[in-house]
């Protein structure tokens, strides 16, 4: 053990993200896109073309300039009309990543689940999440981009499949701190014009926006015929609001707004808003079939990641 | 309003401690670096003013809490003559709390407004304790503490009125103030020296003088109500009476400040509220005894009265006649009245009178303001004076006024003297005298029964009368003439000079005369007749004479209106309708002096008028009961006619045994009683106690003797103030000489009677007690009143006198406290913040290890997950 740490704290910041330990448990598992995706090379995902497969997909009448190669001579056999024959393609992924890097993704909270001895703030959490992600996308063969965001784009890496673009956002998400406000909206909007192919679009915030204006970009991305997936990470703290003592709050986005209160004053209404933001956000991604998970940092990230991965392995069709 | 522990309030600088730990509480407030500013912000809009609301009431109770304690241990007090009125310091002391409060709960960023409101706050307390200060000062300067010792008279109320009981423990009044005196006692330093004197109708000393001896006093109180010292004063309290009787204690006193103390229930009767000139001597006695520059104090101590009342009082007994002879029935009525304002149950009235046995009425329930009436009949078989004692057996609040005693003369005799015009012979029968002594003595005057007389016939009536008949012109010689109940003027044309004057003095010293005076009768005489004072002794005038034929007029039997007339007309067989006057003298007024007509004939002129000359009665008839005059002698109505004139003036003129409080008794003696033997008759109030045995309440009180040429000797008696039975004891000389009282010549009982008002209970008002603290404080004499006994504790020993208030303030503290809790309970209650399931969010299961393995049980199927989606 000792000597592992010793290892780890010999390799670059960028590569501490990418946790043994998790990859183990996340390695067995894949990451399949539910719907079809336009990948660029053969892959293993549903692909919206039709092409050279062993799987049939469907006849349709031969038009000029189709490859005299594709035609069903059986067909033409019995019918005398030329029918081409479609075999459904199967197509790597391109996914794009989209980190909240704002400021409220900075809490840490008592609860959270530790890493290396030291409790993991939100952005943490969704760092390592991301890093775990790209890695196992990416031995896929998927393609992996990489968007980080407060109020504006923060950075933003295209999808690649090579290995080595592994390192590129790994570097990009070990150099990335959170900053300012949130706006996620507007963000979502520019990726999902940015990203023309459809793809699979995995955003990790804690989504504290205007749940209405959430809902509209994840449309977006969904009208994008993009497949979207959302982890919703939240600290313990912040869904129990366990404070009794009377606190002074400030605000992790914006520089001295701060507000004195009685912690029990305002539980029940906090969570009661809460709450409701959350059942909006949850009841408006399952209506437009977008993948909502809810991570709290209380668990580890790698057991969360890989009980989420199992679960839509079983959820899958 | 004032503080005993003044001190105590810089206490109220606590009231800030709930702000200040409130704001510490804040300023050590944890610093949390927030991301869900969203929600947060959004659930402290919704509730900021709530909360803000919640927590002002909050710490207005907590401040209010330690102010109210503060402001109890200080031991307020609202002075029994605020400077400062309380209704502007409290205020300013829970304005000041609620601008505290106000200051502690705002924003932080509310920092000028804080301030300004800490500022007025402290000017509010600032202002209020000034108030304190100056109040406890002026209170100081109004009371001040006498230097060296004082003499202090503790005057009980013992009237009637006091042995009610009042409060809820139903404690006697009496009972109360005796307790408040012992307080009183224990307010004096031990110099000071202490009378006690109980105040009735007559008010005097228990102690013989003031005494610093605390066991005395105390020893004399405890007998005073067990009952085992003299019995307690009765009657209606004569409060100048009493301050006077409290001066003349003091008196022997030696210190230079005096004080009385008087623990009354302030009843309004005997207080003189609108008699300024009754409280001038006892003011001046109380004030002689004081250096210029000091006042002495009177502190009335005002029970309170009770707040609802059943109380039934024995109001009237009353006989049907005044002269009562001996076998002769008398009905008595027994008019008891509930005086108070709730209903009393029925109960028995018992009618007892020496030596017989006790009778007894029932009587219903009694509503407030109504009566009852118990009626009696008694028969006395012996002459002389006896009590009567009526008493009500009922459940009511004041057991001392249910009984009434009265003094009845039965007589054996009543001696009356005809004075005729000439003296008697043969040829009486014509004339008026004769007609008129046979009517009062029809037989001889002590008649056995007869031998042959049937068990079942009535006893024959025997007249009560004995009859004397003298001449006019002997009447100046006749010896005597008071021993005379009534004179009979018959038909005398005019009395010598001699005679005429005698007889005046006769009728103005209390005897009673009936002229019958004819067409024989000189109107001169008698229309001039008058007493050697002056007084007229005729009541009406007599007029020319008048014959009336040839139908005469006759009696009109409806103007008949002596007391027993009445009855005497509605009788079947009293031929009132055949009496006719033929010839008379009409009756007619002196000046303009309505006519005192007690009958009238049929043609409205007067045939019997009636008044009063000196103490005594004179009834006039215009007619001689001459033949030719009149039939009237005739007929069966003319005997129970002058029966019942003689008997209204006997009962006028007898000695009145039954007088009112205040009133004067006179015993009239013997004609030749020694003045030396008179001197030896004393007066003693009797008490009965609880076996029936009389003993004397009290010394021998001497009496005033009289040696009255024109009436008499006589002894008069004028301490007449307490209610209750009194007996003249006679020495042995003069009791063997004593002819009115043959049956018991000893003594000769008397009653005041009570006072019905003292049971009629009205409170002395304010204002009342303002007029009589006026009347004292032009004397120079102070009257402060206390409200309870804490005030009059304090006024006896010089200390502020003021009902305390800590008790509210204790209460309200408590109030305060309870009120935090509620409050704080019921806040929580409205946040639920204990009770609100955080949300739900992502894996359910708590535990991690069972979350892990159920992970790890869907890790295991990657195999064969992994092929079905390479197969697909």
Redesign the interface.
Known sequence: MRERMIQRSAMPAYMRLLDPAALA?VH???L?ARGVVEGFVTG?HPSPYKGTSIEFAEHRPYAAGDDVRDLDWRVYGKSDRYYIKQYLEETNLRATILVDAS?????RGDAAATYEGQALS?FEYARYLAASLTHLLIHQQDAVGLATFDTQMRGYIPARSRTSHLRAILHRLADTEPGAETALAPIFHDIAERAHRRGLVIILS?L??DAGAILNALHHFRYRKHEVLVMHI??EE????P?S??????????RG???????????????????T??DRLEMGCGQMRVDY????TR?SFD??L??YL??R??R?P | MGFYNILMLIGLAGVAIPVILHLL??RR????????????????A??NRR?LI?EIILMILRCGLVALVVLAMARPFLSARPVIPWMLVLPLVFVAVICLAIAGSI??RQRRARWVLLLVAGGLLGIAGAASAAEYVLQKRFWPAPDGGKDVAIVLDGSTSMHMPAGDNGRLNFDRAVAEARHVIDACNPADTIALVIAGGRAHGILPAPTSDRDAVRKALDALRDGSARAPAAGTLDAPGALAAAARQLRAGHHPAKKVVLITDAQHLGWSVGAPEAWVEPARALRQQVARDARPQVICRTLPPPKHLANATVEQVRFSRTVIGVGRPVDVTVTVRNVGDVAVPGGQVVLEAAGRSAQRDAVGEIQPTNSRVATFTLTFDAPGRHVVSARFLGDDAIAADNSARRVVEVIDTIDALVVGATRPSRHERDRAAFYLARALAPGPARAAPPADKRPDAPDRVRSPFAVTSVAARDLAEHPDLQRYRVIVLADVPALPEAAAGRLGDYVAAGGGLLIAAGTDADPAFYNHWSTPDGMRVAPAKLADERRVCPEPPGLAPETLTLPGMTRLVAHGDSEVDAVSVEAYRPLTTFGNAPLEAYGSLTNDDAILAGGRCGRGAVLMLPVGFDVAETNWQRTYFFVPFVHECAHHLAETSGANWNVRPGNTVTLPLPAGTKTADARGITVVRIRRDPDGAETSAGPPMPVEVAQDARHGPAVRFARTSEPGLYRFRLPEPLAAAWEHAPAARTSVPFVVTRDPRESHLAWLLPADMAKVAGYLDASGVRLDRAGDVEQLEAMVAGRIPGGPLWAYFALGALAALIGEIALTRW??AQ????T????A???TDDD?RS??A??KA??S??DA??QH??HA
């Open positions: 448990k067995r598992l894949e399949i293993r400021g409220s993704m900075r809490y939100k804690d504290f926006d939240m600290a912040e869904l129990t609001f404070f003592r009377f606190a002074d709050f400030r605000d992790l986005e914006v707004q701060d507000i004195q209160l009685d912690p029990r004053a305002v539980r029940a209404e906090y969570l009661r808003q809460l709450r933001h959350i998970a809810q991570l709290s668990q057991e969360a890989a009980g199992a679960s392995q079983q899958a | 509480n804040r407030a944890r610093v949390i670096d927030w991301g869900a500013m969203q929600f947060l912000l959004g659930s402290a919704a509730r909360i919640e924003r932080s806040i929580a946040r639920r913040s204990h609100v399931e955080p949300v969010f992502g894996a991690a979350y892990r159920r992970a869907m890790v199927l990657p997950s992994h989606t390479g």
